[in-house]
């Protein structure tokens, strides 16, 4: 299978953080989600990916091409969505949107103009007096206005009202109608990605914990509810990690047959969602440290 994005080997070093040859891939046609916490290395790897940081080892490439020997050609073909509004504040969305066009050899202005109905852009507003959803917007509707073939998108759900949310992600789902396309989607929202992702890649403290198709992640994962007293140092090592109260226990686990050997019926079994995943995943870390 083709990609679109592929990132081998990946390393930053900063003072306290290190991403630490990190490795994924999008495939053409899918949308992956890149989770992790706040400063687990998701947005570094975003500008990485952007040439906006220097990599101190590994390789990017996009569209088959290393992405510092052939930038220029490379962000023609990217629309991006940073969390950050990065525009000029004093100008209005249809002096920005003047400025901004030029640089993009397939801009295409009726589909511009389309989006900004679509999105109910006032054209003669400043950029400061939008709302943090309506810059969102506008970063959105530039990005899809140049017939960019991979959309990176950091955090661009955050602070926008759950309608916004579902039609930008039912306007991911139309992108992907075309196979020449991708979507890397960074965000912490995980029912987003619940909705549309085809792969999640998971990053915590600048690692990989995993990168996979969705539907298989979601497979080998399981909640484990029951009561403390069930609980042994034995069956604890067992889960991945366990949160507990006094009203009984959960647990994330990989394999259930060895708990259902042990604990039998006593305990409730549940699938884990990606909300889940991550959480008890880094709990389980934090337990472990």
């Not at 939008?130 to 509707?141: D, I, N, V, W």
């Not at 403290?205 to 198709?213: C, R, T, Y």
Request: glycine share 8%; net charge negative; aromatic share 10%.
């Amino acid at each position: 299978m083709a990609n679109i994005l592929e990132v081998n080997n990946l390393s930053k070093k900063f003072k306290g953080f290190n991403l630490n040859n990190i490795s994924f891939s999008v495939p053409y046609g899918y949308i992956m989600g890149f989770i992790g916490p706040n400063g687990a290395g998701k947005t570094t790897t975003i500008k990485l990916i952007m040439n906006l940081l220097n990599k101190d080892g590994g390789e990017i490439r996009v569209f088959g091409r290393d992405h510092q020997e052939f930038e220029k050609e490379i962000k023609q073909k990217i629309g991006f969505v940073y969390e950050e509004c990065y525009y000029y504040e004093d100008l209005s969305v249809t002096e920005m949107k003047r400025i901004i066009a030029p640089f993009y050899r397939d801009w295409d202005e009726p589909v511009f103009q389309r989006y900004q109905k679509r999105f109910g852009l006032p054209a003669g507003k400043k950029i400061k007096e939008l709302s943090r959803g309506m810059k969102t917007k506008f970063s959105l509707a530039v990005a899809l206005s140049h017939h960019a073939d991979l959309i990176i998108l950091d955090e661009p759900t955050s602070g926008l009202d759950p309608v916004f949310r579902d039609e930008l992600l039912e306007i991911l789902r139309e992108l992907m109608q075309d196979e020449t396309k991708g979507v890397l989607f960074s965000t912490h929202i995980t029912p987003d990605l619940d909705k549309i992702a085809d792969y999640i890649c998971f990053i915590e403290k600048g690692n990989i914990v995993f990168s996979d198709v969705k539907d298989e992640i979601l497979n080998k994962y399981n909640i484990i509810k029951g009561s403390r007293d069930l609980l042994t140092e034995e069956n604890r090592r067992l889960f991945i990690s366990i949160r507990e109260s006094e009203f009984g226990f959960q647990a994330l686990c990989g394999d259930t047959a060895p708990i259902k050997s042990q604990l039998g019926d006593r305990v409730i079994v549940e699938k884990a969602g990606l909300d889940d995943i991550m959480l008890y995943t880094i709990r389980g870390k934090q337990d472990h440290a």
